[in-house]
């Protein structure tokens, strides 16, 4: 009976995040938001070598350390997608100025 | 739940499949031990495995309290138990380990059984790998949108 009140709070949370990361991106804060998504990618990275380096002394097994590169191959190709779209919608905006 | 989410989670349950291969391979590999520091033969292991939540998030702790299933969850090694069955008994008087009788205390490992479990665990490996290569191509074809 007091979980139905809790349930209807839980879909405005989400929600109510979203907009805030939407007007944070509005407010030129892309750049920031950025380079936290590229330091993430340097922690996959990091993480990926460190497992490797466990794979060759025998800590960690095979399938977790092809994980942690797989995650860290991922990333970097998001990241990589990401920003040729940046500098293709740039390129875009310096067209429309230029001509 | 994300990609690299569904990743690490099938990394867990292909860490736990590992320790029941290196369970059954303990067991295969002391069918015939008659000593161990505890005294007695050999007892036979089993591994006990139990879902964990994925890192224990506020959202997956909330949505685990109110009964929903939408959260990720993994798979960790609970224990590892001992079998408490009694071991067999084999007629051997030449052996040193040999009681007055004659009868030697061998562990009750069942190589059979182990083998099947052995085979078990790397068929649940390998469908862990069929999953992990399913993830790469639905990320790869997610990125191909971009392109």
């Known amino acids: 009976m007091s979980i139905a009140g809790v349930t209807d709070i839980r879909p405005t949370a989400p929600a109510a995040g979203r907009t805030e990361v939407g007007s944070s991106a509005k407010s030129g804060d892309f750049a920031a938001q950025f380079e936290a998504v590229l330091t993430d990618l340097g922690n996959t990275a990091q993480s990926a070598d460190a497992t490797s380096e466990g794979l060759v002394t025998g800590e960690v097994d095979i399938h977790e350390a092809m994980v942690a590169m797989e995650k860290a191959d991922l990333a970097l190709r998001v990241v990589g997608t990401v920003r040729t779209k940046v500098i293709d919608a740039y390129q875009q905006l310096l067209q429309a100025s230029g001509g | ?147």
């Open chain 2, 1 to 147: 739940m994300t990609l690299l989410r569904t990743m690490d989670l099938t990394a867990t349950g292909m860490s736990a499949q590992r320790t029941r291969m290196n369970v059954a391979a303990m067991n295969l590999a002391n069918r015939s031990t008659t000593r161990t520091a505890e005294g007695g033969p050999y007892r036979r292991r089993e591994v006990v495995l139990e879902a964990v939540p994925m890192e224990g998030s506020f959202s997956s702790a909330l949505s685990g309290a109110m009964g929903k299933n939408d959260e990720p969850v993994g798979v960790r090694v609970a224990t590892i138990q001992e079998s408490t069955d009694d071991p067999t008994l084999v007629y051997d008087p030449g052996h040193p380990d040999a009681d007055a009788a004659g009868y030697v205390a061998m562990p009750k490992v069942d190589s059979i059984a182990e083998m099947v479990d052995l085979m078990g665990a790397a068929r649940a490996y390998e469908a862990g790998t069929s999953v992990l290569s399913t993830v790469k191509s639905m990320a790869d074809q997610a990125l191909r949108i971009g392109r």
